[in-house]
Nanobody, 123 residues
Framework: QVLLLESGGGLVQPGGSLRLSCAAS????????IGWFRQAPGKEREGVLC????????YYADSAKGRFTISRDNAKNTVYLQMDSLKPEDTAVYYC????????????????WGQGTQVTVSS
């Protein structure tokens, strides 16, 4: 099956930036839509941003618009989530996931997941 590995999380101050990576193994990342999700303690997992195989970007979290961007590097078989102007409410475990060619806003529609990477925004 598709294997995904997230990295790049850490502790940053409000207003800081992080770039998360989602690396795929065994299967070609460009053949799949990749969605970024996040889950804070006590909250349901929510969609953040997704990129389809055609390159279409879809924002699921309004708070991410203007601050987060998603990109794909097929040569490295990796998808990135660039997060700028981070806020404490962005604190969560961030996951990448895939389900096929098209994006979906429901995390239950994604069969393949990475292990997650912790993002903490605090002063």
């Amino acid at each position: 099956q598709v294997l995904l590995l997230e990295s790049g999380g850490g502790l940053v101050q409000p207003g800081g930036s992080l770039r998360l990576s989602c690396a795929a193994s065994r299967f070609t990342l460009g053949d799949y839509a990749i969605g970024w999700f996040r889950q804070a303690p006590g909250k349901e997992r929510e969609g953040v941003l997704c990129i389809s195989t055609s390159g279409t970007r879809t924002y699921y979290a309004d708070s991410a618009k203007g601050r987060f961007t998603i990109s794909r590097d097929n040569a490295k078989n990796t998808v990135y989530l660039q997060m700028d102007s981070l806020k404490p409410e962005d604190t969560a475990v961030y996951y990448c996931a895939t389900r096929g060619a098209l994006c979906h806003d429901r995390y239950t529609e994604y069969p393949y997941w990475g292990q997650g990477t912790q993002v903490t925004v605090s002063s």
